[in-house]
């Protein structure tokens, strides 16, 4: 009966010693995958992080290799709240080439960007322009190279009858221009 007695308490300390080990294992197993799953997530959004700067470099980046040349950047845009510079710009090209202007319209204005969800804020003024035949050209030249980039929208050239005056006739020339208006660059 003592064996019987003995060999109980061996088993059940053999069994409780098997569950202690077999929870160990159980525990640590748990404890692991935790581990690996947050270390497989952690790789995953690294690699997708990754790609993400190979594909789009992001802005601090940008800006660090651009540097100093942001001010050219700005000078390709409108800055807001600049809009008479702009236009001032505009009267001063005129001078330059010879030809008197009269601005008939200013419109801000947003335009949908093609294949994006975005829209980007653009100003656009209709011009008046009236001079010689080389002047209003030189003028048109002036405005495709000028700084900030304008997109000559529309433009047309007449002979005629000039404005105010029946009995003169001459060069007049009709624009339509915008230009991209945009925060400051170094800004970013």
Known sequence: MQDITTLRKLFTLFFLGFLLVAGGYVGAW???MH????VLLGRALIERRLAQEEDFPSVRELQLRVGSQAGDLNEQFVVPGNEVEF????E?????????IEIKAVNPESE???????????ITLDVLAIG????????LSLLENARPY???DRFQFEYGSLPGDSEAEGWRGLFV???????DATSL
């Open 30 to 32: 748990l404890f692991l």
């Open 35 to 38: 581990k690996i799953d947050g």
């Open 87 to 90: 236009i001032e710009g505009v």
């Open 92 to 100: 001063s090209l005129a001078r330059t080439s010879g030809v008197a």
């Open 112 to 122: 949908e960007i093609e294949g994006s969800s975005f829209d980007r804020e653009v």
């Open 132 to 139: 010689s035949w080389r002047g209003l050209f030189h003028f």
């Open 150 to 152: 304008m997109r000559i």
């Open 177 to 183: 221009i915008s230009a991209i208006m945009y925060e």
